[in-house]
């Protein structure tokens, strides 16, 4: 049978509002008495009811997680900062995974809402839903912070990486080696990906490469599919193309498929093809060769976001803040200068 408050307060001999304080803290308690209490729930194995409490303080002490997909390695890194940071202040967190679907994002932020959760943390959320507005109207109800995705004129709150500066570190380092063959790859329907793509192109552009261009989208690119569907496609345009070939991929599972489709064509790397990925998830730095891959901060990414969360459930939700931080360029042994 489930132990209650009356079942504490009967083994401590104290009332059941003395129980009720010493667990909520609220009050002051007899050391003697608090220790009575302290130990009556130990050996009782009291659980307190949190919804009941919750409806008496209006903190559930519950942190929602919107993540398009825990297949890549990026976001699980980003979820252990923030589920790190979050349970030393006591609180828990609810994992959703959105499939990168726009209409699953919006299910799972009222279910969120509905469960009364103390704020929501966003991993990449879908732009549209950034675009439309409904990301601004549900900040004003709860505390909310979006990691990375679409914020031009947006007003909410952002931790972001500089994808734009990491997507120009590539490609100047791939100019500075001498390709001017550059093949881009990405997935489908991310600002992320559209960010890299919007610099590759001025890239190009400005370097007079503008003929030379290639753009190949693979489809889902945070899938258990991703790797296999980028090398099945690779494989083949990569055997189109005459050597030096350069590969930018918008993430490491890209350009662990790219790699792979180079073993199965008998192109070298970094010989024939030099590859560049982005998000240096520790895979990139298992395979041989070694992936040169733009450095996201990952870990640091998810830690600003629960410090921001903390901040704005303290301060009662009353300010919009923005913090950018730098990425850097990792260089391994994935290029050549030709």
Do not use: W
Not at 6 to 13: I, L, P, S, Y
Not at 62 to 68: A, D, L, N, Q, R
């Amino acid at each position: 049978m489930r132990v209650n408050i009356r079942d504490v307060a009967k083994e401590a001999n104290v009332s059941m509002s003395t129980v009720s304080r010493v667990l909520n803290e609220n009050y002051p308690v007899k050391e003697e008495t608090r220790i009575r209490v302290e130990k009556a729930v130990s050996k009782l194995n009291f659980s307190p009811n949190l919804l009941a409490r919750s409806l008496i303080s209006q903190n559930t002490k519950t942190i929602g997680i919107i993540v398009p997909s825990i297949n890549n390695l990026f976001f699980p890194t980003v979820i252990k900062a923030i589920e790190y940071e979050l349970r030393i202040k006591g609180y828990s967190i609810y994992l959703c995974d959105t499939d990168e679907n726009a209409s699953e994002e919006v299910k799972y932020i009222k279910s969120l809402m509905g469960r009364q959760v103390d704020g929501i943390i966003l991993i990449d959320p879908k732009t549209e839903n950034m675009k439309n507005g409904f990301y601004e109207t549900v900040g004003k109800d709860v505390p909310l912070v979006s990691i990375n995705g679409y914020n031009n004129n947006i007003n909410c709150n952002f931790v972001l990486n500089d994808e734009a500066g990491g997507a120009r570190q590539v490609m100047s380092y791939l100019l500075e080696l001498g390709h001017k063959n550059i093949v881009f790859v990405r997935g489908k329907e991310s600002y992320s990906y559209d960010i890299k793509e919007d610099v590759y192109n001025k890239f190009m552009d400005e370097h007079n490469l503008t003929n030379q261009k290639k753009i190949i989208d693979i489809g889902e690119g945070n899938s258990n599919e991703t790797v296999e569907g980028t090398m099945n496609i690779l494989s083949i345009e990569l055997s189109k193309l005459k050597g030096p070939i350069a590969v930018f991929a918008c993430n490491d599972l890209m350009a662990l498929g790219v790699l792979n489709a180079c073993k199965i064509i008998n192109l070298n790397v970094p010989r024939d093809v030099s590859i560049i990925g982005f998000d240096n998830i520790c895979i990139s730095n298992m395979v041989e060769p070694k992936i040169t891959t733009v450095d996201q901060n990952m870990y640091l990414l998810g830690e600003h976001a629960s410090k921001m969360l903390l901040n704005l459930i303290e301060s009662n939700n009353s300010k919009v803040s923005r913090i950018e931080l730098k990425t850097q360029l990792i260089i391994r042994n994935s290029c050549h200068a030709i």
